[in-house]
């Protein structure tokens, strides 16, 4: 079964950085893509930065340079490194995965992260 196992969340003040982890375990045939949303309390889900295969990565205009995405394709891992931290940034981050489990047909499913809590505060 494929699972996605999120780690690095927590309490950072104004202009601190943190570095979120993301591994997908399981069987994976492909993976696809990889990438970070966030929640803030009220608001919708958004995305935060996401790779498609080796592409170069897409961010949200909000996070452009301070956010960096990478990924490392021997570990199926993704992490999110994050720089010169805002109160607005404050929110439940999720790794997300778009990737073909092994022995499914080659179809694509979509898979998320349980989700990590960044507190930005003083």
């Known amino acids: 079964q494929v699972q996605l196992v999120e780690s690095g969340g927590g309490l950072v003040q104004p202009g601190g950085s943190l570095r979120l982890s993301c591994t997908v375990s399981g069987m994976v045939y492909r993976l696809n893509v990889m990438g970070w949303y966030r929640q803030a309390p009220g608001k919708e889900r958004e995305l935060v930065a996401t790779v498609i295969g080796r592409s170069t990565p897409t961010y949200a205009d909000s996070v452009k340079g301070r956010f960096t995405i990478s990924r490392d394709y021997a570990k199926n891992a993704v992490y999110l490194q994050m720089n010169s931290l805002k109160a607005e940034d404050m929110a439940v981050y999720y790794c997300?995965?778009?990737?073909?489990?092994?022995?499914?047909?080659?179809?694509?499913?979509?898979?998320w992260g349980q989700g990590t809590q960044v507190t930005v505060s003083s």
């Open positions: 997300n995965a778009v990737l073909i489990p092994l022995g499914s047909g080659l179809s694509e499913h979509n898979y």
